[in-house]
């Protein structure tokens, strides 16, 4: 069985992460979530803003994609190479398990050749290419956009052809969408539910290949890389040379359309403290690890000179500080976050930004990949678990 290599868009080069204002940007922007004690981003009035401080919540200003194009808070760290058609093209998408949009650049899109950096779809060069009724838009807070109609086609990963698959056609994409380079577009991996093509839903990528019995188990999973070791996703395969712990399975609630599972503890320093009826999702298209602010305030507490930073709009601290264990639990078993990961980018003066930030107002954690690149994770859609195994590299 081919494990599917992730690789790194050019911006990410040599380890480099996105900003930390774009990462909290996106999260902000997808989960809608306005600010507790410690967010410094939030979602008002459809739009992304930064808020002016800690103790200050009034808007600074609104945080339109195009500010941010640097840090270009749609574009993954990882992206994998998809092909689509036949004799067929070969796409880097992000993989995403928090969205259920297979969407592509192609060339419905207007001026499609003047964009560099991408590999445009074109429906009429494959054989196999088939016009559907259907159209899709998706319009994200901080007015970023993308839409158009929809092919059917063989679509490959991981060297398994699925017949017949959807496939989102960009013809519209707000300007934020068209920098150069970076992705071709999006596979999501997250429920059928938020599909978002209209009038009627299409099967996602993993929908189909369980359907159609191209894979068993029912499972994709993944392993987030660091540096310039990016990972994999694999499909109907379990890779257990990965980490010699246990994967341990866990039931999901996919009511919302999301790897939303149990999360009632939590553990710094070995000290273990309870969050009856606490959740999270966890979620490959968001880059940190958002929790409440109780979590906030007592990590950041226990490093010796962490700040909130008002102007960036979140914790930093001391880079040559020692960052404490800390520990969250999926289901009954608590994984160990990497202290790596959680030490996100340079902050300026001596300062780190922390992975490990707010999640606003809202009542459950989302897991990003600073959680994710610690554990070995396999999705389970057939029978609705996820399993999580703890990584010791």
Known sequence: MTLHKLVRPEIYKGGKRPSFAAAYARAARRYGFDTGRNAGFAKRNNVVVKVKGKHDKDTDHEVPAESIQNGRPWLLEYVVPVKI???????????????????VWSSEL????RYKGHTIYDPSKSSTAKKTSGSWNISYGDGSSASGNVYTDNVTVADI??????VELAEKLSPSFLQDGGN?????????????????????????LISKKLIDPPVFTVKLGRGEEAGFYSFGFIDTSVTPNPITYTPVDNSQGFWQVESASWSLNGDTKERSGNTTILDTGTTLLLVSDEVVDAFYGAIDGAVFDDQQGGYKFPTNATIPDISFAVGNTLYKVNPKDIAFGDAGDG??????????????????????????????????????AQRDD
């Open 85 to 103: 058609g036949t004799p067929g093209v070969s796409l880097n998408l992000d993989f995403d398990t928090g969205s259920s949009d297979l969407w």
């Open 110 to 113: 207007a001026r499609a050749s």
């Open 161 to 166: 052809t699925i017949p017949g698959q959807a």
């Open 184 to 208: 071709d577009g999006l596979l999501g991996l997250a429920w059928p539910q938020i599909n978002t093509v209209q009038p009627k839903a299409v099967a996602t990528p993993v929908e189909n």
């Open 351 to 388: 300062f780190t930004f922390g992975g490990i930030q707010s999640r606003g107002d809202m009542d459950f954690d989302i897991f990003g990949d600073v959680f994710l690149k610690s554990v070995y994770a396999v999705f389970n859609q057939g029978e609705k678990t996820v399993g999580l």
